[in-house]
């Protein structure tokens, strides 16, 4: 059983809409990390959050955003969605560099 | 420079066989490699993984070699079962202090174990 929630796991938006994607990590994981991954890829990392600042970004652009707050969940926003951004939004954390990430579930995101 | 090749895309294997999943990196920063197995509906789960200071590693049925001088490395699967069928990332990172950790996955194999 994984110690990283998301919610919710499923979501369908319109085009233009603004989402808000929530994660919950286990106690002690101040590092947190959001990937997209559509359907037969490899998950793509979106960036990192590291007590509860931002750590680091892949390609993604600016209306993708994220926080970290204190009690060790995290949201991923994303603005005027786009056709493209449906995909499969998945969560992953860590306590601390040098140790590996547990993944979430993920939430099914469907943009129409 | 990031990109992380897998192969091969599929891989259809009898129970009880050996399934050999391939793996080739460009970045030589690179200093960490995991294998992630995933269900369908599920998010990646961490099988294995392996730092370059060692050329292989094993835990039960799942071994890594690692090939620092190719830049390769691989997954095997000893005795594989009918359980076993899942899609397979490797990724790789570079770890430790100022770094991310951002982890740059493969492009998945979809395994199939037939009983």
Excluded at chain 1, 1 to 29: A, F, M
Excluded at chain 1, 60 to 69: A, E, K, V
Aim: hydrophobic share 30%; net charge positive.
């Amino acid at each position: 059983e994984t110690g990283v929630t998301q919610s919710p796991t499923h979501l369908i938006k319109t085009r233009g809409q603004q989402v808000t994607l929530r994660c919950s990590s286990q106690s002690g994981h101040n590092t947190v990390s959001w990937y997209q991954q559509a359907l037969g890829q490899g998950p793509q990392f979106i960036f990192q959050y590291y007590r509860e600042e931002e750590n680091g970004r892949g390609n993604f652009p600016p209306r993708f955003s994220g926080l970290q707050f204190p009690n060790y969940s995290s949201e991923l926003n994303v603005n005027a969605l786009e056709l493209d951004d449906s995909a499969l939004y998945l969560c992953a954390s860590s306590p601390g560099q040098n140790y590996g990430y547990t993944f979430g579930s993920g939430t099914r995101l469907t943009i129409v | 420079q990031q990109q992380v090749k897998q192969s091969p895309q599929s891989l259809i294997v009898q129970k009880g066989g050996i399934s050999i999943i391939n793996c080739a990196y460009e970045n030589t920063a690179f200093d960490y490699f995991p294998w992630y197995q995933q269900f369908p509906g599920k998010g990646p789960a961490l099988l294995i993984a392996i730092r370059p200071d060692v050329s292989e590693k094993k835990e039960g049925r799942f071994t890594i070699s690692f090939n620092k001088s190719a830049k390769q490395f691989s997954l095997h699967i000893m005795d594989s079962q009918p359980g076993d069928s899942a899609t397979y990332f490797c990724a790789a990172s570079r770890e430790g202090s100022g770094n991310t950790g951002k982890l740059i996955f493969g492009q998945g194999t979809t395994l199939q174990v037939k009983p």
